[in-house]
């Protein structure tokens, strides 16, 4: 699985970073957030999918390779 990330959708809510820091970071400037790892370990998809799922702006997906 890849995370992909819309940040140009993303409303710096920080819900991500929340639910799976290991994943997702926001910046300094804007709180815009981007990806760390695009193929996170199985043991964090968990994570993943409820950043997905809680992001107020459905700006990441889960994308099957």
Same mark, same amino acid.
């Given at each position: 699985m890849r995370v992909e990330l819309d940040e140009p959708k993303c409303v710096a809510s920080g819900q991500c970073v929340m639910a799976a820091p290991e994943v997702f970071d926001q910046r300094d400037e804007d709180g815009i %957030?981007? =990806?760390?790892?695009?193929?996170?370990?199985?043991?964090?998809?968990?994570?993943?999918?409820?950043? =997905?799922?809680?992001?107020? %702006? %459905? %700006?990441?997906?889960l994308v099957d390779q």
């Open positions: %957030a981007f =990806v760390l790892d695009e193929k996170p370990p199985a043991d964090l998809l968990e994570d993943v999918r409820e950043a =997905v799922a809680i992001c107020p %702006a %459905a %700006a990441i997906r």
